[in-house]
């Protein structure tokens, strides 16, 4: 696993992540979102929407079963990190 990965494992284990239907309602405390390539067109629209609304910087370079392994969570189309020391760890990873 390479170094997003494991920081995003991380980021689970200190409860800094959100996701799903939590993931709209702070969306507004969200400071990097995380999205699935192999998200539906429905999902990268709504996630895409939200992120340039309220300025967050979306990466969208691995798959659900990836990110899904990483956090310890089952099928994650899309997440949020809520804490900016880790937002920047995974921006430069």
């Known amino acids: ?3 997003f990965l494991n920081t995003l494992g991380l980021c689970a284990r200190s409860r800094k992540i959100v996701s799903g239907d939590l ?3 702070k969306m507004s405390q969200v400071k990097l979102l995380i999205l699935a390539v192999d998200a539906s067109e ?3 629209s709504q996630i895409l929407k939200k ?3 309220y300025n ?3 990466i ?9 392994k990483a956090i310890s969570l089952n099928n994650r189309k899309a997440i949020g990190i809520i804490d ?5 760890l995974l921006r430069n990873s």
């Open 84 to 88: 900016e020391g880790f937002a920047e």
């Open 1 to 3: 696993m390479n170094n």
């Open 56 to 58: 967050i910087q979306v």
């Open 42 to 44: 429905r999902t990268k």
């Open 60 to 68: 969208e370079k691995y798959d659900s079963e990836e990110i899904s």
């Open 23 to 25: 993931l709209y309602k």
């Open 51 to 53: 992120g340039h609304f």
